[in-house]
């Protein structure tokens, strides 16, 4: 609860007015949060996927996309993401060690991460809260294990928030 005070000049004493806080951030001029994985419907819809090798790169070029739209709050700017989740981050770092032992040397140009579910999730909600991106698109690294893993238990905790910043 927050409480405001309000000082009148003409009797010189101080009432506190008890105020309730909102129950979630707004955000105005500014597409609701998505996520979805590379491939879906979803991910096909956004006008703009950007693939930058830091959060930094990723969110200065959404500065600059956005800098010249004239609705901002249509104006979605995706980041894609390679990841491997697992229920530890040991299991997720072998999974994408086997499935990268490609000669593309796992250098493929854009954020990655590798850890477990709550960490992902916890990157997703801060590159929205950060402004790095407007939306996220999941690529799974080591295919079907972390795909099934970021439709059961990431998408349904995501899609709660999808209006609310972070």
Do not use: W
């Amino acid at each position: 609860m927050t409480i405001e005070l309000d000082a009148r000049a003409d009797h010189g004493t101080v009432i506190a007015a008890p105020t309730s806080a909102p129950t979630a951030p707004i955000s105005i001029g500014r597409p609701g949060f998505q996520v979805a994985i590379a491939g879906d419907e979803l991910a096909q819809t956004f006008p703009i996927v950007v693939r930058r090798e830091t959060l930094r790169d990723a969110q200065r070029a959404r500065s600059l996309l956005r800098a010249g739209s004239h609705d901002q709050a249509k104006f979605v700017v995706a980041l894609e993401v390679e990841v491997a989740v697992a229920p530890d981050a040991a299991s997720a770092r072998a999974a994408a060690s086997a499935a990268v032992a490609a000669p593309s040397d796992g250098n493929s140009g854009t954020i990655r991460y590798i850890g477990t579910t709550h960490g992902l999730i916890t990157l997703v909600r801060d590159i929205y809260a950060a402004e790095v991106a407007d939306a996220v698109i999941l690529i799974p690294i080591d295919g079907v294990a972390t795909e099934r893993r970021i439709r059961d238990q990431i998408l349904p905790v995501l899609a709660e928030q999808r209006h609310r910043v972070a």
